[in-house]
């Protein structure tokens, strides 16, 4: 009897969502109660690395959440993941809670401060019961547990994935990881937050839970365990302009663009990367620090190059079945159909080639702990596919990630594709929506600014535009807004602004600042006006 009431309930609650999806409303069923959240953040992913996006990594499980929910084919983040992390925890521009730089403002950033009235998403649910979990990366001010958090594992180490020296449990140190311990980031990450939800299944099961989930993968340094580097051993021989061709094409059978190929920018690279001759000195002569053409490679470079993408893929790779481990855990505590998941990338696949940690040891084995080697421009070009530069840039390469939602009790759609507009300053409030948590509205006697992003729910129901004024960027100097189809953008802040309309040309091929000035100056008025707007807010005292 139990099952067949259970069986009733799941069948209104999909024929309420189905009426919903006329209406164009979404309204959950009274019976699947609150919903659990799980947000999932990668780290340095590319748009196109995934399956589902068009890339040739194996990632079944997110396949899955994907063919079973929606995908999100213009949703952006900052470009950066301090930056990013800020905005998806409080629902603000990191610029307006001093995240980020600003030019009155120039140590607001990675190690900025938030005002008091900027609280995190775990501050917002508590009153509505939820525990909230986190796992992974951090780099966000404060700590964990002192911004709702109920139990936390931060990984504060970002350079090495077999023996980090920094990282802690409930805001206690943990011992530095020995060599050959059996440690691996991705896999203990995922360990913290299965541990999570088993606890809270059998201590706290009548109650909600926020998870966020924050892998380091496929950041740099590229480390990964060897049975998943020989997995993609061969894989990357033909290079990386036969292979963006291949993502590409797949990217356009899958209806997520309808741009062109953007080219492949030869000279850029980050401006803190080694010079060419460095990074040959320090690394060896198959590395390169450009995305010239692949046949202008000699063979040992090409043979050098395909086997640093088989450790990136092979990284991204086990991500993806530590995901599946995490669902599967909410398999077995029948909590996976009213749980929101979200998953997305911090920034777009980055073309740094930094050398930090314990350094580059030539002899050792590339993806190996004493190995410190970075994907580069050639790599990072075809992640980012069919796009423009890369992490830390505002042009579309840096900005765009994927987001996969994945919510049984709450989307009806299966293997929906969503165009509209979007960003990571939607994230919060789509959860104050569906979970009936609220904003923190006054802070001293005096009123906490509005959130600048939109709820997401609409879109969960049907096809429909995400109503933005505008979405805006400002990181390292480098300048964005987008509004309706238009946008704006420079690299640097020096540099000439460049017009792309997103509907026709997405890959920013047609530069048409020259030919639409009104629309050029329209549209820097509404970016130095916010400019000045967030600084002004930033500059305030709490």
């Known amino acids: 009897?139990?099952?067949?009431?259970?069986?009733?309930?799941?069948?209104?609650?999909?024929?309420?969502?189905?009426?919903?999806?006329?209406?164009?409303?979404?309204?959950?069923?009274?019976?699947?109660?609150?919903?659990?959240?799980?947000?999932i953040v990668a780290d340095d992913l590319g748009y196109s690395d995934l399956g589902c996006y068009g890339g040739e990594?194996?990632?079944?499980?997110?396949?899955?959440?994907?063919?079973?929910?929606?995908?999100?084919?213009?949703?952006?983040?900052?470009?950066?993941?301090?930056?990013?992390?800020?905005a998806i925890l409080t629902g603000y521009y990191a610029q307006q809670i001093r995240r980020d730089a600003l030019p009155k403002m120039p140590t607001a950033g990675a190690r900025g401060v938030?005002?008091?009235?900027?609280?995190?998403?775990?501050?917002?649910?508590?009153?509505?019961?939820?525990?909230?979990?986190?796992?992974?990366?951090?780099?966000?001010?404060?700590?964990?547990?002192?911004?709702?958090?109920?139990?936390?594992?931060?990984?504060?180490?970002?350079?090495?994935?077999?023996?980090?020296?920094?990282?802690?449990?409930?805001?206690?140190?943990?011992?530095?990881?020995?060599?050959?311990?059996?440690?691996?980031?991705?896999?203990?990450?995922a360990e913290h937050s299965i541990k999570c939800l088993r606890e809270h299944a059998e201590k706290h099961k009548e109650k909600p839970f926020f998870q966020y989930l924050c892998f380091t993968s496929p950041h740099f340094p590229l480390h990964a365990l060897p049975e998943d580097i020989a997995k993609y051993r061969t894989r990357y021989l033909a290079g990386w302009d036969a292979l963006r061709d291949k993502r590409f094409a797949r990217q356009r059978e899958l209806g997520l663009v309808m741009c062109d190929l953007s080219v492949r920018a030869e000279k850029t690279a980050p401006r803190w990367n080694p010079s060419e001759e460095e990074l040959q000195?320090?690394?060896?002569?198959?590395?390169?620090?450009?995305?010239?053409?692949?046949?202008?490679?000699?063979?040992?470079?090409?043979?050098f190059q395909a086997g640093k993408m088989a450790i990136h893929a092979a990284m991204v790779d086990r991500m993806d079945r530590e995901i599946g481990r995490v669902i599967d855990q909410l398999v077995a505590t029948n909590s996976l159909d009213?749980?929101?998941?979200?998953?997305?990338?911090?920034?777009?696949?980055?073309?740094?080639?930094?050398?930090?940690?314990?350094?580059?040891?030539?002899?050792?084995?590339?993806?190996?702990?004493?190995?410190?080697?970075?994907?580069?421009?050639?790599?990072?070009?075809?992640?980012?596919?069919?796009?423009?530069?890369?992490?830390?840039?505002?042009?579309?390469?840096?900005i765009s990630t994927p987001?996969?939602?994945?919510?049984?009790?709450?989307?009806?759609?299966?293997?929906?594709?969503?165009?509209?507009?979007s960003h990571v300053i939607d994230i919060v409030p789509t959860l104050l929506e569906v979970t009936k948590a609220k904003r923190i509205e006054t802070w001293n006697d005096h009123p906490v600014p509005?959130?600048?992003?939109?709820?997401?729910?609409?879109?969960?129901?049907?096809?429909?535009?995400?109503?933005?004024?505008?979405?805006?960027?400002?990181?390292?100097?480098?300048?964005?807004?987008?509004?309706?189809?238009?946008?704006?953008?420079?690299?640097?802040?020096?540099?000439?602004w460049e017009l792309f309309d997103m509907h026709a040309d997405r890959s920013e091929t047609r530069n048409l600042a020259s030919t639409m000035p009104d629309k050029v100056r329209e549209l820097e008025d509404t970016w130095k006006t916010k400019l000045e707007e967030f600084q002004e807010l930033a500059l305030q005292k709490d």
């Not at 609280?119 to 966000?140: A, E, F, I, N, T």
């Not at 620090?289 to 490679?297: E, I, K, Q, S, Y």
Request: charged share 20%.
């Open 450 to 496: 509005v959130l600048p992003g939109s709820s997401l729910t609409s879109a969960f129901v049907k096809v429909v535009a995400v109503p933005h004024a505008f979405l805006w960027w400002f990181h390292e100097g480098n300048r964005a807004v987008r509004v309706g189809d238009w946008k704006l953008v420079s690299w640097g802040a020096e540099g000439p």
């Open 403 to 421: 987001l996969i939602v994945h919510w049984p009790a709450g989307i009806a759609e299966k293997g929906g594709l969503r165009h509209t507009s």
């Open 338 to 398: 009213n749980t929101l998941i979200m998953f997305l990338s911090d920034n777009g696949a980055s073309a740094e080639q930094i050398i930090r940690g314990d350094g580059h040891d030539p002899a050792a084995s590339p993806g190996s702990a004493g190995s410190y080697l970075g994907l580069g421009p050639g790599w990072s070009t075809m992640s980012n596919s069919p796009f423009r530069m890369h992490k830390s840039w505002v042009h579309e390469g840096g």
């Open 281 to 303: 000195r320090r690394i060896g002569a198959g590395e390169i620090g450009r995305a010239v053409a692949w046949n202008d490679l000699t063979q040992d470079q090409q043979a």
């Open 1 to 39: 009897m139990k099952n067949d009431a259970m069986t009733l309930v799941k069948q209104l609650s999909v024929f309420a969502i189905l009426l919903c999806m006329i209406s164009g409303r979404l309204v959950i069923a009274a019976e699947a109660g609150p919903p659990n959240v799980l947000i």
């Open 114 to 189: 938030r005002q008091g009235w900027a609280k995190l998403l775990p501050d917002l649910l508590k009153p509505l019961g939820y525990r909230s979990y986190h796992s992974g990366k951090w780099h966000v001010d404060g700590m964990p547990l002192k911004n709702g958090f109920d139990r936390s594992y931060s990984l504060d180490d970002h350079d090495r994935y077999f023996t980090p020296r920094q990282h802690t449990e409930n805001g206690q140190p943990i011992a530095p990881v020995e060599p050959n311990s059996g440690y691996y980031a991705t896999t203990a990450i």
């Open 57 to 86: 990594i194996e990632t079944p499980n997110l396949d899955r959440l994907a063919a079973n929910g929606l995908k999100f084919s213009q949703f952006y983040n900052t470009g950066r993941c301090w930056s990013s992390r800020a």
